[in-house]
């Protein structure tokens, strides 16, 4: 077991915990495994609901190869969990393991085991005396018997937890055991033999397929989006027309939003009051330790509010639908979009809509009626590419048109940049020209910060944009804040209308 960090121990000291923790969103208690790691955030893990585990995987175990693409399932990761299970009680982990959808535990161990029965892959002597040995699968390999089954690893960094947990689960839950084993000794097979005609997928392609499918519609009842449908969003979000007639409510937003559900209440929600103290305590500790914050764009008056946010502040609070849209408008930058090539954290995906939506208002164009958030964000989200990431790039082509240095080499990478800026710019994309913005780290380091934060799939104003006073010893490159005003842009075109003299000075 790791050990416990800090954090940690703070919420196991929490009174009642063990009421609060089942009151906990599913998505909060993500952020703390994030933070700490699974292995010690264990004891925790125990103290789940089953519908708080099944929302705690699906946001756990399935993983992008890159930010904005599809998710697939992990099965190294879905063997650390069973680690975690195993090691808090052979009894927890079997029941965890029970309450499970089982279409995902079968997905999940076929990946680290085949399973065979052990009637049909074990030797046997013919009637006339002659001895046929094993079936082929079962030669070389760690192999295990347990329950009449033959259990053979596919991947051995789990093989000895699956073991001991399978033994465990034939025990204690018999039923459940040998339903289980029949779902692996169906996607166990070798495959389906190519024969030229067919593209069909095998067993086990089709089986995650289906998982994916059923996680997908889950999430969609949660206000969760796609990566594909997140990324169809906003691109197109990026190029509506502001001289033209309003456009029409975007198909996956009606879709999304549509789908949303309520959760609902735990008995002891439903009763009131019970553990609500406990529960405020245990965010007072996440939110003291960062793992949580309030939306901004939420902040009552009362409270510390950022008066950048004024508008979308108002409108949320005088329009019911608001929050529903901004959770879709968050969840669909961090399923689909990019900040500085990685993907969204929740409270920056936050603070980008909210940032967006309020310079959408204030750019609302006249005649488009009846305003939303879904559309004032499409609005900002246009603004924002075509002065930020396209005037960045326009102003970046222009400055070093007739930059001149006297190393070759850097001359060389500041040409390169050019031509790749103006090729992008042409595609729609600039951002993709991000890697060879560090030519002009050679010059000017808050100018490449600056044009690093403008020319990006999600263009942000970074702190060296507007100097105060002496220029910084260190440039951090992450010190952005999203364009929430025209006073904003403003500072941006005042600050590229400087940007030849920046780089020549």
């Given at each position: 077991?790791?050990?416990?960090?800090?954090?940690?121990?703070?919420?196991?000291?929490?009174?009642?915990i063990?009421?609060?923790?089942?009151?906990?969103?599913?998505?909060?208690?993500?952020?703390?495994?994030?933070?700490?790691?699974?292995?010690?955030?264990?004891?925790?893990?125990?103290?789940?609901?089953?519908?708080?585990?099944?929302?705690?995987?699906?946001?756990?175990?399935w993983?992008?190869?890159?930010?904005?693409?599809?998710e697939?399932?992990?099965?190294?990761?879905f063997?650390?969990?069973?680690e975690?299970?195993?090691?808090?009680?052979?009894?927890?982990?079997?029941?965890?393991?029970?309450?499970?959808?089982?279409?995902?535990?079968?997905?999940?161990?076929?990946?680290?085991?085949?399973?065979?029965?052990?009637?049909?892959?074990?030797?046997?002597?013919?009637?006339?005396?002659?001895?046929?040995?094993?079936?082929?699968?079962?030669?070389g390999?760690?192999?295990?018997?347990?329950?009449g089954?033959v259990?053979?690893?596919?991947?051995?960094?789990?093989?000895?937890?699956?073991?001991?947990?399978?033994?465990?689960?034939?025990?204690?839950?018999?039923?459940?055991?040998?339903?289980?084993?029949?779902?692996?000794?169906?996607?166990?097979?070798?495959?389906?033999?190519?024969?030229?005609?067919?593209?069909?997928?095998?067993?086990?392609?089709?089986?995650?397929?289906?998982?994916?499918?059923?996680?997908?519609?889950?999430?969609?009842?949660?206000?969760?989006?796609?990566?594909a449908?997140?990324?169809?969003?906003?691109?197109?979000?990026?190029?509506?027309d502001?001289?033209?007639?309003?456009?029409?409510?975007?198909?996956?937003?009606?879709?999304?939003?549509?789908?949303?559900t309520?959760?609902?209440?735990?008995?002891?929600?439903?009763?009131?009051?019970?553990?609500?103290?406990?529960?405020?305590?245990?965010?007072?500790?996440?939110?003291?330790?960062?793992?949580?914050?309030?939306?901004?764009?939420?902040?009552?008056?009362?409270?510390?509010?950022?008066?950048?946010?004024?508008?979308v502040?108002?409108?949320?609070?005088?329009?019911?639908?608001?929050?529903?849209?901004?959770?879709?408008?968050?969840?669909?930058?961090?399923?689909?979009?990019?900040?500085?090539?990685?993907?969204?954290?929740?409270?920056?995906?936050?603070?980008?809509?909210?940032a967006?939506?309020?310079?959408?208002?204030?750019n609302?164009?006249?005649?488009?009626?009846?305003?939303?958030?879904?559309?004032?964000?499409?609005?900002?989200?246009?603004?924002?590419?075509?002065?930020?990431?396209?005037?960045?790039?326009?102003?970046?082509i222009?400055?070093?048109?007739?930059?001149?240095?006297?190393?070759?080499?850097?001359?060389?990478?500041?040409?390169?940049?050019?031509?790749?800026?103006?090729?992008?710019?042409?595609?729609?994309?600039?951002?993709?020209a991000?890697?060879?913005?560090?030519?002009?780290?050679?010059?000017?380091?808050?100018?490449?910060a600056?044009?690093?934060?403008l020319?990006?799939?999600?263009?942000?104003?970074?702190?060296?944009?507007?100097?105060?006073?002496?220029?910084p010893?260190?440039?951090?490159?992450?010190?952005?804040?999203?364009?929430?005003?025209?006073?904003?842009?403003?500072?941006?075109?005042?600050?590229l209308?400087?940007?030849?003299?920046?780089?020549?000075?």
């Open positions: 077991m790791a050990q416990v960090p800090a954090l940690v121990r703070r919420l196991l000291e929490t009174p009642d063990a009421r609060a923790v089942p009151r906990l969103p599913a998505e909060v208690l993500h952020r703390v495994i994030e933070r700490c790691g699974l292995d010690a955030c264990a004891d925790i893990v125990a103290l789940t609901t089953p519908r708080q585990l099944e929302r705690l995987l699906d946001m756990d175990l993983r992008a190869p890159v930010p904005g693409a599809d697939t399932l992990d099965a190294a990761r063997g650390e969990w069973l975690v299970l195993l090691d808090l009680d052979p009894d927890v982990a079997v029941d965890r393991l029970a309450a499970m959808d089982l279409d995902l535990v079968v997905g999940g161990l076929a990946n680290h085991i085949a399973v065979y029965d052990g009637g049909a892959v074990a030797a046997y002597i013919m009637l006339d005396g002659e001895e046929m040995p094993e079936k082929r699968p079962l030669r390999g760690q192999i295990s018997e347990i329950g089954f259990v053979k690893a596919r991947r051995s960094p789990a093989w000895h937890t699956i073991v001991d947990l399978l033994f465990h689960l034939h025990d204690a839950c018999p039923a459940f055991f040998f339903r289980l084993m029949r779902g692996v000794i169906a996607l166990s097979d070798s495959g389906r033999e190519a024969d030229g005609f067919h593209q069909l997928l095998d067993r086990r392609d089709q089986h995650e397929a289906d998982l994916a499918d059923a996680r997908g519609e889950r999430r969609d009842r949660q206000g969760y989006v796609a990566p449908q997140a990324r169809a969003f906003l691109q197109a979000a990026r190029t509506i502001l001289h033209g007639t309003r456009p029409a409510i975007d198909p996956i937003v009606r879709a999304s939003l549509r789908d949303i309520p959760e609902p209440l735990t008995d002891e929600a439903a009763r009131g009051g019970d553990g609500v103290p406990s529960v405020d305590a245990v965010m007072e500790v996440l939110s003291d330790a960062g793992v949580v914050t309030r939306p901004r764009a939420l902040i009552g008056a009362g409270e510390t509010a950022d008066a950048r946010l004024a508008l502040r108002a409108f949320a609070e005088s329009h019911l639908t608001s929050f529903e849209e901004l959770a879709f408008l968050a969840n669909a930058l961090v399923s689909g979009g990019t900040i500085h090539g990685r993907a969204f954290t929740m409270q920056e995906a936050s603070d980008a809509a909210a967006t939506c309020n310079l959408g208002l204030e609302w164009p006249g005649g488009w009626g009846e305003r939303d958030l879904v559309t004032a964000f499409r609005v900002g989200w246009t603004v924002v590419h075509r002065e930020l990431c396209r005037g960045g790039a326009a102003a970046a222009e400055a070093l048109a007739d930059l001149s240095c006297d190393d070759r080499d850097v001359q060389w990478a500041l040409q390169t940049l050019r031509r790749e800026l103006i090729q992008h710019l042409e595609d729609g994309e600039p951002w993709r991000r890697q060879s913005l560090d030519a002009i780290l050679m010059l000017d380091a808050p100018a490449w600056v044009l690093r934060a020319i990006d799939e999600c263009p942000a104003m970074h702190a060296a944009l507007i100097p105060a006073g002496r220029p010893l260190r440039v951090d490159p992450d010190a952005v804040t999203f364009v929430a005003r025209n006073s904003d842009l403003a500072a941006v075109r005042a600050y209308a400087s940007l030849p003299a920046t780089l020549t000075g």
